[in-house]
């Protein structure tokens, strides 16, 4: 299937169909957090480059109808990663790192925490190390399709 995309009639930012997240007021992550992760994981799946505009805190109020202020303390989170910088005038852009720190930062965070959840789950079920192995396997060959 190939790549879709829409033109957004305010700007001159290509968005990709399906590409817009559902943010979630109910979740325990604050709405400026959950921009933030969806756009750490458009630079991760290349939609953004380095060195690319990102969307501007206006855009992303306009496309989530949040506040302006809410897209900007998300901005302002990943300028503070050194994942995007400030072009005085310009707007935000992705920074070369960017991708390595993502990665990195999920990795050490995010993943390690779900492993611990997982190895702990298991260990009260009583699941040995080597069927916990063959479950990632399996799983982890479902999903790219083997």
């Known amino acids: 299937m190939g790549k879709h995309y829409i033109l957004h009639y305010n700007s001159n930012a290509l968005y990709r169909k399906g590409a817009k ?3 979630n007021p109910n979740s325990t992550k604050p709405i ?3 921009i933030a992760e969806w756009v750490e994981s458009e630079i991760l799946s290349g939609h953004f480059q380095a060195n690319q505009k990102v969307y501007s805190q206006y855009q992303l109020a306009e496309m989530y109808t949040i506040n302006p ?3 900007a303390k998300g901005l302002n989170l ?3 990663e050194k994942i995007l910088f400030k072009k005085r005038g310009l707007g935000m852009f992705v920074t070369d790192q960017a991708k390595e ?3 990195n930062k999920r990795k050490n965070q995010t993943l390690k925490v779900l492993v611990h959840e997982l190895v702990q789950e298991a260990n009260r079920l009583q699941i040995s190390k080597n069927e916990l192995i063959e479950m990632i396997i399996e799983v982890n060959n479902e999903e790219v399709g083997l």
């Open 21 to 23: 997240i559902i943010l």
């Open 32 to 34: 400026y957090v959950q």
């Open 69 to 71: 202020a809410t897209a």
């Open 78 to 80: 990943l300028v503070e």
């Open 101 to 103: 720190i993502i990665v």
